[in-house]
């Protein structure tokens, strides 16, 4: 498409730019195209995929670097069709299979916000791309497997608030971008939407009704969740997904509202399954030491690792996380009720472990300090490997050192 | 009885394996350096080196600790030879009184060794663990920064002759 003039700012009405700017936080924008500490949507922040480095473009109005050139049709055409204004076939690391279902109109607000911003003339890197993805033609054939364009048919059967969530959960806010399972082609699996998936070498819980969630989640613990990251004896945020809650806070409260309620219907009404797993760790919570809990399923497991789990737990975690021990200033999550004990494998708690918890930046909140070099890796496996037997019912981890060794990327 | 390395030399400890590094540094083996701040590790004043690593001492039991040596700023430099990081707080005068500074120190030192040209957002990332409640945060980092600047103007990291490197 041609290039244009860049509109001026006062081009677009106020109250356009504020709902553009509203729908940006609740697409988390920023997660890909504001760099750290760098100016906002300049871009250059490194998306790691299976397939190589893809680096987030700069979207502010600058027409050199940025796409200060770009008509609305343009916008508009790379947000549903993964076309860049020039006609290259963008990488589908920007959700544009998700994209396509946004509306004209929230696609023109998101069009006034970042049309407002400053503009920055920064190029971000070149992406780095396995053999032979740097060709970008080979995404049509991408596109033509797995874009589904057009927008999603409302549910009749559901109400406007559902109907709005689902819109957003499927379009603006890309949840199944992470939380959906992939294909070898590194596409959502549609048969299984919303099942769990992996961000940045974390797991992304399943929000369906497989949720490995102790305790089964409101929509009203949701939208707390996703606007604080923290909902009390229930779940503190962590990894990639603090990113999203930062953003979330910003969002339109009943926008956030609506995502949850549409998230809380795909886990659905516990099942007795799940109902059995709440009041089970609900009762291994209740223990005033994790270490007085007697696993009752737990198979044999080797003595010497229990016991070294059981000592670096009284030693280093238990000032915290054992009852009646909690700091003056805030209350350590009661470990069983902890959704990372419950996952299919020890990723998250063990990064949780090594990198702790800190708050965004400029965000109060809770903090938990990291214990990478405190803990050699055999004693964070030990660690993990108790953690799952004293707060869970569910099988041990398999290969859980290795894990350890794998994810031990951090120095 | 339990052996650590600290500072380069074997210790014999006689403590409970549950004891933290920090009281067997301080009650056992004199070396006052490390500080008791919050106990939880919320804050920092406390941070040793483990092996390669900056750690919390007040949450890392000494029966943890191994073989790996135990490095403190006792074992950086003296009053009279303070090493290049210590003269390098020295000169951008960023103490204040000074209770969280021996944490300051090893784990900048922890940083340099690893990465001796830390980038500014780096050298923030990394010392953001550690609390200054006198607030002389910002020489602080310009003391980091300036320590960093140093050892890339001295060329190749030298030898003290005690087998550390010379940041």
């Known amino acids: 498409m041609d290039k244009v003039a860049t509109p001026p700012r006062a081009a677009f009405d106020r109250a356009l730019v504020r709902r553009g700017e509203l729908l940006a936080a609740a697409g988390d924008c920023a997660s890909c195209h504001t760099a750290g500490d760098g100016p906002p949507y300049a871009g250059g922040v490194p998306v790691q995929t299976p397939f190589g480095t893809i680096y987030g473009t700069n979207i502010s109005p ?58 920055v003339r920064f190029q971000p890197p070149a992406n780095r791309l396995r053999f032979p993805l740097q060709f970008r033609p080979l995404v049509a054939f991408w596109n033509a497997l797995y874009l589904r364009q057009g927008p999603l048919p409302p549910q009749a059967s559901e109400d406007a608030v559902w109907n709005r969530g689902a819109y957003l959960v499927e379009s603006l806010a890309h949840c199944g971008a992470c939380h959906s399972p992939r294909n070898a082609l590194g596409a959502e699996r549609r048969d299984a939407g919303l099942a769990g998936g992996e961000a940045q070498g974390w797991y992304a819980t399943a929000l369906n009704d497989q949720s490995p969630s102790p305790v089964p989640w409101t929509a009203q613990a949701l939208a707390t969740y996703l606007r604080t990251g923290l909902v009390a004896d229930h779940a503190i945020t962590a990894g990639p997904m603090q990113d999203v809650v930062h953003s979330l806070a910003h969002a339109d409260a009943a926008d956030v509202q609506a995502i949850a309620g549409y998230i809380q219907a795909q886990m659905g009404p516990p099942t007795p399954e799940r109902q059995a797993r709440e009041a089970a760790s609900r009762q291994k919570a209740a223990h005033d030491s994790l270490a007085a809990i007697q696993p009752s399923t737990a198979p044999p497991a080797d003595e010497a690792v229990l016991a070294l789990g059981a000592a670096v737990y009284a030693n280093s975690c238990a000032a915290c996380h054992d009852l009646g021990r909690e700091l003056s200033s805030s209350t350590a999550l009661r470990l069983p009720l902890a959704v990372a004990l419950h996952l299919p494998d020890p990723r998250n708690l063990i990064h949780i472990i090594r990198r702790g918890i800190e708050p965004s930046d400029g965000e109060p909140g809770r903090w938990m300090p ?10 964070l496996a030990a660690l993990a490997i108790w953690l799952r037997r ?19 990327d951090a120095p | 009885m339990i052996v650590i390395n600290v500072n380069g030399r074997d210790q014999q400890i006689d403590a409970d394996p549950a004891t933290p590094l920090l009281y067997v540094l301080r009650d056992d083996l004199q070396l006052n350096g490390a500080k008791f701040g919050c106990g939880l590790g919320q804050c920092g004043a406390c941070t040793v080196m483990v092996g390669a690593n900056a750690v919390l001492s007040c949450i890392t039991p000494v029966s943890l600790v191994g073989r790996r040596p135990v490095r403190t700023v006792e074992g950086l430099g003296t009053a009279g030879q303070p090493s290049p990081l210590q003269s390098a707080f020295i000169a951008e005068q960023a103490a204040q009184c000074g209770y969280c500074i021996a944490g300051m120190m090893m784990r900048a030192q922890a940083l340099l060794e690893r990465n001796p040209a830390p980038s500014e957002t780096e050298i923030r990332q990394h010392m953001a663990i550690n609390l200054c409640r006198c607030g002389t945060h910002m020489r602080i980092l310009r003391a980091v920064r300036r320590a960093a600047d140093d050892f890339k103007a001295a060329g190749a990291p030298g030898d003290h002759g005690n087998g550390q490197r010379s940041l």
């Open chain 1, 370 to 379: 990291p214990f990478e070099g405190s803990l050699t890796d055999e004693q």
């Open chain 1, 62 to 119: 600058e027409p050199q670097t940025g796409i200060g050139s770009w008509s609305e049709a343009a916008f508009r055409r790379a947000l549903r069709e993964g076309v860049s204004r020039d006609g290259h076939l963008l990488y589908p690391a920007f959700p544009y299979d998700h994209f396509t279902h946004l509306s004209d109109q929230d696609i023109g607000a998101l069009y006034a916000f970042v049309m407002t911003r400053d503009p």
């Open chain 1, 390 to 408: 004293q707060g869970t019912d569910a099988p041990p981890w398999q290969e859980v050192l290795r894990t350890v060794k794998e994810s031990g």
